[in-house]
C-alpha cells in the first residue's frame, strides 16, 4: 500500500489546503491593506491643509483681510521668487513666513505632481538644494491647486459664503488662474473637472475639452486626480477643510462671482450655467 507523500509532518494534499487558504487570505487582506495605507495618506493631505489653513488665517489677518497675491518682477525674473505667488512660484511661498514646514505642500498620495519656483525649464530652481539656497524655499513640487481665479488679491468682505468657496485643493495643476470655463485651461472646461469625470467615466458636458480624444496634456495626469478613492480633499475661504467629489459641488463654491440669490449659485458643477459670470469665459 502506498504511503502519502509528506513534507516535515504535512501530507501533499494538506499542503495545497494550507496554500489555498493563504491564497484566500491574502486576497481579502491586501486590498483592505491598500485601502488603510490610502485612508492614512488622506488623513496625512487634510492634515496639510490645515496647516495650510492656519498659515492662510495668518496671512490674510496681517494683511488687511486680503487673501494671498504677489506678482512681483518680470514672470520669467527668478531674483523673486521668494515673493512671488504666481506664474513661475506659488501661494506657498507667500504663506512660508507663517510655516516652515514645505513638505506640507505636496499630498502623499500624489507627490511630485506639479512643478512650481523653477522658472522656464527649470532655469531657476531645478531642485530642492538650490531653491533652498537661492530663496529659502525647500520645495519645488506641490500637489494641491489654488482658485486664484475667485481669491487673487480679494478681500474677505467681497467673498460671498467663504465657508462654501473652494480655496486649495487636491490638483492636477496647482494654476486655476485661467477662467474656468476656457477649453485651453480653464479648471472647469480642460483640467481638473473634466478629468475627474473621465476617470469615473461620467459623461462630460459640452463646452469641456475631452482629456483623451483633444491629445491634451491633461490625459497624462487622469489617473491621479481624485487621488483617495475618487475624493478630493478641500479647504475653503474661511479654512476648513473637508473632503468631496467635484461632481458633488455647485457652481457657486468655484466661482466666487455668482451671486447667492441666483440659481447658477446652486447649479451641479456636472451642468453649465445658465449664463456667463465674470471669471468664466
Known sequence: MKRSMKWRGFTLIELLVVIAIIAILAGILFPVMAQARETARKSACASNLKQIASAWTMYIQDYDERYPAAAPGLDSSCGYMRYRGWYHGWIGNLLMQYTKASQIYECPSNQKLSAVNQGDNSVCAPNPVTARQRWGLEYIYTSYGYNYQSLWGRQMAEVNRPSELICVYDAISPWADCPYKRSDCGLWGARDIPAFLAKLNLPLTRGMKDPYTSGWWVSRYVQRVAPHGSMI??????????????????????????????????????????????GDL
Open 233 to 278: 480633499n478641500f479647504m475653503f475661504a474661511d479654512g476648513h477643510v473637508k473632503a468631496d467629489r467635484w461632481d458633488r459641488l455647485k457652481w457657486g463654491q468655484l466661482n466666487g462671482n455668482i451671486p447667492l440669490e441666483h440659481i447658477d449659485y446652486t447649479i451641479s458643477l456636472r451642468q453649465n450655467t445658465s449664463r456667463t459670470w465674470p
